[in-house]
C-alpha cells in the first residue's frame, strides 16, 4: 500500500487537474452561454457567421502554416522569418502593383485579371526573399547544431522587419477595395461576405495544388525523399540544397498569395502584419502536426474555428467582458495545451518514430 | 583503363584519418570485394567514391575523368549507383516512388518504364507491393527495392555496402544470386562485405582493409586460400 503511494506520477496528476479544470471551464462557459443566458443570446445565423469567419481566417492560416511545415519537414528548422516573408510580397505587391491599378481604375474593370496580376508579383517577391534568407543565412549554417539556425531565423525576421519598414515607412497603406466584392452573397439561404468566400475558396484550391504539387509530381516526391534522408538523396542524384531552395520558395509563394488574401480581408497593409499572422500559422501548425501538410490545413481551420467560435461560446458565458479581446489568448492556450497532451498534433506522428 | 580508379586517397572524419592513403582499381565488367573488420574504412571507402565525402588529398578517376572533388547528385548522371548500407530505402515513399527516385536524373520516359518493368522482372515481389509504403515491407524486400533502385539509373559501376547484413541465410543466398545476374549483364560492381566468405565467393578480385589501409589484394580465388584470411575472415583454422 505504501509502495503504490510512492509510485504516484506528481506530474500525472496535476496535468490530470489542469485538464479536468479546462473542461470544467469550457463547459461551464458554453452551458451558461446556451441555456441559461438571458436577452443578448446569439441566434443561429450569429453562430454561422462565426463560423464561417473562422473558417476564412483559418483557411489564411492554413496557407500560411504551409511554409512552416515544409521546411520543418526537410530542415527540422522553425523558419521564424516566414511571417517576413508574408509581409515582403504582400507590401511590394500593395504598394507597386494594387495601388497604381486600382487608382487607374483598371481593378475595377477587371477585377479577376488584376488580383491575378496582384497576387502573382506578391509570390514573387516573397519567393525572392525567401531564395535569398536560405542562400545567405541558413545555408552556410546547414551542418550547424539547430539552436544556431533557429536563432538566425528570429534575426533575419527582424532584418526584414525593419529593412521594409526604411524601405515603406511604417504608417498603415490602405489595401484597395474591389467593388465587386463588396457586399454579401447567399449561399444556401446564408449570408456570406464575398471577400470571405474568395478567401476561403481560394485557399482550398491553393492547398489542393499544394498537395498535388508534393504528392504526384517527381519534385514534390524528391522535396519527401530529402525530408526523410539527405545523403540517400544526394546518392539518387538528387540535387539537395537546390530541393530545399525549391521548398523554401513554395512555402513562401503560398505565404504571398494568403498575404494578399488578407490585404482584401482587412484592407490594411504595413510592415509589422507579418509577425501575428505568423506566429499564429506556427501555432497552426504545431496544432496540426508539423511537417505534415493536411495537419497544416487542419490546424489552421481548426486554430481560426476555435478563435472565432471561442471566446463567445466559452468565455462570454463566465461573464468576462470583452470576450473577442481574448481570441489570442485562446489560440495560444490551444498551443499549450496540444503541446502538453498530444506533442505530435492532430495527424502528426511522434518524433520519436520518425526518427526511426 | 580501368573504370574506377581509386589511387592514394585520404580521408578524414574531422580530426580522425579515416582512409590512410587507399588504392584500387576496378576493371569493367569486374566484381571486386573490398572485405575487413568494423571500422575498417570499408563503408568510408565507397561513400568517398560516390561523393558523399570529399578526400582530403587522393584522386578518384570514373572512366577516365578525375571525380574526386564532385559531389554525390553529380555522379549519378556519370554511371555510378550505390546500394547503401542499412538499404536507407525512403520509408514513406512507396515502393514504385522509391523506384523512380532512383531514375531521378533521367528524363527518357519510356526507357524509365522499361527500367521499371525490368527490375519489377528481377524482383516479382516489388511488383507485388508496388503501391505499398517502404517502410512496411520486411528487412529482405527491402533490399531488393534498394538494389532496384540503383539499377534504375542505369548505372555503369554499383556500388554495394553490406547487401547482406540484417538477413536469413535463404536470402543471403538469393542476395549474391542476384549479384551475379546484374553483373553478367554488363554493370560492374564493387562490393562491401563482412561475410567475406560469400563476398569471395562472387568476386573476381578482392582487396582486404585494416584500419583504413590496404593490407592484401588478390584475385578471389587465391585471397579464399590465404592462411592470414582464412584465419581472420573465413573463420578457418
Not at chain 1, 226 to 237: F, H, N, P, T, Y
Amino acid at each position: 500500500m505504501s509502495q503504490r503511494f510512492k509510485d504516484i506520477d506528481y506530474i500525472g496528476v496535476v496535468l490530470w487537474l489542469f485538464r479536468t479544470a479546462i473542461v470544467v471551464v469550457v463547459l461551464w462557459g458554453t452551458i451558461s452561454k446556451l441555456f441559461l443566458e438571458q436577452g443578448n443570446a446569439y441566434t443561429t445565423i450569429d453562430w454561422i457567421d462565426f463560423l464561417i469567419a473562422g473558417l476564412s481566417q483559418g483557411s489564411l492560416y492554413a496557407l500560411i502554416a504551409l511554409g512552416y511545415t515544409l521546411v520543418y519537414g526537410v530542415l527540422f528548422m522553425i523558419n521564424f522569418a516566414h511571417g517576413e516573408f508574408f509581409m515582403s510580397g504582400t507590401m511590394t505587391a500593395t504598394i507597386f502593383v494594387a495601388l497604381p491599378l486600382s487608382s487607374s481604375g483598371f481593378l475595377d474593370a477587371n477585377p479577376i485579371l488584376g488580383m491575378l496580376i496582384i497576387i502573382i508579383v506578391a509570390m514573387l517577391v516573397s519567393v525572392g526573399v525567401a531564395l535569398l534568407t536560405e542562400r545567405v543565412a541558413y545555408r552556410p549554417l546547414r551542418r550547424a547544431p539547430r539552436l544556431v539556425p533557429l536563432i538566425t531565423a528570429i534575426g533575419a525576421s527582424f532584418f526584414w522587419q525593419y529593412f521594409f519598414r526604411g524601405l515603406y515607412g511604417s504608417t498603415l497603406i490602405p489595401f484597395p477595395e474591389l467593388q465587386v466584392l463588396v457586399g454579401k452573397w447567399t449561399v444556401f439561404g446564408i449570408e456570406i461576405l464575398k471577400t470571405r468566400a474568395v478567401v476561403m475558396v481560394a485557399s482550398v484550391i491553393m492547398l489542393i495544388g499544394l498537395y498535388i504539387f508534393i504528392m504526384r509530381t517527381k519534385t514534390g516526391t524528391a522535396i519527401r525523399a530529402v525530408a526523410e534522408d539527405k545523403d540517400i538523396a544526394a546518392l539518387m542524384g538528387i540535387d539537395v540544397d537546390r530541393t530545399i531552395s525549391i521548398t523554401f520558395a513554395t512555402g513562401a509563394a503560398m505565404a504571398g498569395a494568403a498575404g494578399i488574401l488578407y490585404g482584401m480581408v482587412f484592407r490594411q497593409v504595413h510592415f509589422f502584419m507579418g509577425f501575428v499572422p505568423g506566429i499564429k500559422a506556427f501555432t497552426a501548425a504545431v496544432l496540426g502536426g508539423i511537417g505534415s501538410i493536411p495537419g497544416a490545413a487542419l490546424g489552421g481551420l481548426f486554430l481560426g474555428l476555435i478563435e472565432a467560435v471561442g471566446p463567445p461560446l466559452f468565455l462570454e458565458g463566465l461573464g468576462i467582458p470583452g470576450a473577442h479581446q481574448l481570441k489570442d489568448v485562446i489560440a495560444f492556450t490551444m498551443l499549450v495545451l496540444v503541446l502538453i497532451f498530444r506533442p505530435q498534433g492532430i495527424v502528426g506522428e511522434r518524433l520519436a518514430e520518425k526518427k526511426a | 583503363m580501368a573504370l574506377l580508379e581509386v589511387n592514394d586517397i585520404h580521408t578524414y572524419y574531422g580530426n580522425i584519418h579515416a582512409l590512410k592513403g587507399i588504392s584500387l582499381t576496378v576493371e569493367k565488367g569486374e566484381i571486386v570485394s573490398l572485405i575487413g573488420g568494423n571500422g575498417a574504412g570499408k563503408t568510408t571507402t565507397l561513400r568517398t567514391i560516390s561523393g558523399l565525402i570529399t578526400p582530403r588529398s587522393g584522386g578518384v578517376a570514373f572512366d577516365g575523368a578525375d571525380i574526386s572533388q564532385y559531389r554525390a547528385h553529380q555522379l549519378v548522371s556519370k554511371g555510378i549507383a550505390m546500394v547503401p548500407e542499412g538499404r536507407g530505402v525512403f520509408a514513406r515513399l512507396s515502393v514504385t516512388e522509391n523506384l523512380n527516385m532512383g531514375a531521378y536524373h533521367r528524363n527518357d520516359k519510356d526507357g524509365i518504364a522499361e527500367d521499371l518493368e525490368k527490375v519489377f522482372q528481377i524482383f516479382p515481389r516489388l511488383k507485388e507491393r508496388r503501391t505499398q509504403v517502404a517502410g512496411t515491407l520486411s528487412g529482405g524486400e527491402q533490399q531488393m527495392l534498394a538494389t532496384g533502385r540503383a539499377l534504375m539509373s542505369r548505372p555503369d559501376l554499383l556500388l554495394m555496402d553490406e547487401p547482406s547484413m540484417g538477413l536469413a541465410p535463404v536470402l543471403v543466398e538469393a542476395t549474391f544470386e542476384t549479384i551475379e545476374t546484374i553483373n553478367k549483364e554488363g554493370t560492374t560492381i564493387l562490393l562491401v562485405e563482412q561475410n567475406a566468405h560469400m563476398a569471395l565467393q562472387v568476386a573476381d578480385r578482392g582487396y582486404v582493409l585494416q584500419t583504413g589501409e590496404i593490407v592484401l589484394s588478390n584475385t578471389a580465388k587465391e585471397l579464399q586460400r590465404d592462411p592470414t584470411v582464412q584465419k581472420a575472415y573465413l573463420g578457418i583454422e
